[in-house]
């Protein structure tokens, strides 16, 4: 059974900063496919940002420049840190990880910006 445990969600105001968490434990392969997706009041659930097992990242255009996301392997971990947050960035936030046996969600963790 595979486990994603996220952390690091809150309330901040526009301009200040938040750092996500996520830890993915049970029957994983070794260095899946990791990343967060977003999903906003009344909107579809968006990619924010993706990191392959060799460390190879891809992003959203809303959040290029402001956001890094980087992970631990040994750890099975990725972070996502957030700059330069906005009121759009307000969404709750999952993590996803793919491997060979398919993708699993996070259950989310709220971040809210306010303005």
């Known amino acids: 059974q595979v486990q994603l445990v996220e952390s690091g969600g809150g309330l901040v105001q526009a301009g200040g900063s938040l750092r996500l968490s996520c830890t993915v434990s049970?029957?994983?392969?070794?260095?899946?496919?990791m990343g967060w997706y977003r999903q906003a009041p009344g909107k579809q659930r968006e990619l924010v940002a993706t990191?392959?097992?060799?460390?190879?990242?891809n992003y959203a255009d809303s959040v290029k420049g402001r956001f890094t996301l980087s992970r631990a392997n040994a750890k099975n971990t990725v972070y996502l840190q957030m700059n330069s947050l906005k009121p759009e960035d307000t969404a709750v936030y999952y993590c996803?990880?793919?491997?060979?046996?398919?993708?699993?969600w996070g259950q989310g963790t709220q971040v809210t910006v306010s303005s």
């Open positions: 049970g029957s994983i392969f070794t260095s899946p496919r």
């Open positions: 996803n990880v793919v491997d060979v046996n398919g993708s699993r």
């Open positions: 990191i392959t097992g060799a460390g190879s990242t």
